[in-house]
């Protein structure tokens, strides 16, 4: 069985990374959204340039808005997004 999860990016952070969507594979270690995006930040110049960026960072696991404590699992759609403004 496949361990992989799909990671949507919106918004500015999507224009940032030149792309929508990365599949990325599970690591054993790999339990919480914050651990996937750390340890993809480290392989990825272009994910850690964009997540580096001023603000805050929004997440949502299988469309349920969560946290970067939230645990992933495999097959789980993980959205990246910046925080949301008004005007």
Same mark, same amino acid.
């Given at each position: 069985?496949?361990?992989? !999860? =799909?990671?949507?990016?919106?918004?500015?952070?999507?224009?940032?990374?030149?792309r929508s969507r990365d599949?990325?594979?599970?690591?054993?270690? =790999?339990?919480? !959204?914050?651990?996937?995006?750390?340890?993809?930040?480290? %392989?990825?110049? =272009?994910l850690d340039a964009a997540?580096?960026?001023?603000g805050t960072l929004r %997440?949502? !696991?299988?469309?349920?808005?969560?946290?970067?404590?939230?645990? %992933?699992?495999?097959?789980?759609?993980?959205? !990246?997004?910046?925080?949301? =403004?008004?005007?």
């Amino acid at each position: 069985m496949s361990a992989d !999860v =799909t990671v949507l990016y919106f918004a500015a952070l999507r224009e940032r990374m030149g792309r929508s969507r990365d599949i990325l594979t599970l690591s054993e270690n =790999t339990r919480t !959204v914050g651990a996937l995006l750390m340890e993809r930040r480290k %392989v990825d110049p =272009t994910l850690d340039a964009a997540l580096s960026g001023p603000g805050t960072l929004r %997440v949502a !696991v299988n469309r349920q808005l969560s946290d970067l404590s939230a645990p %992933v699992q495999a097959g789980d759609e993980v959205a !990246v997004f910046p925080p949301m =403004t008004g005007g």
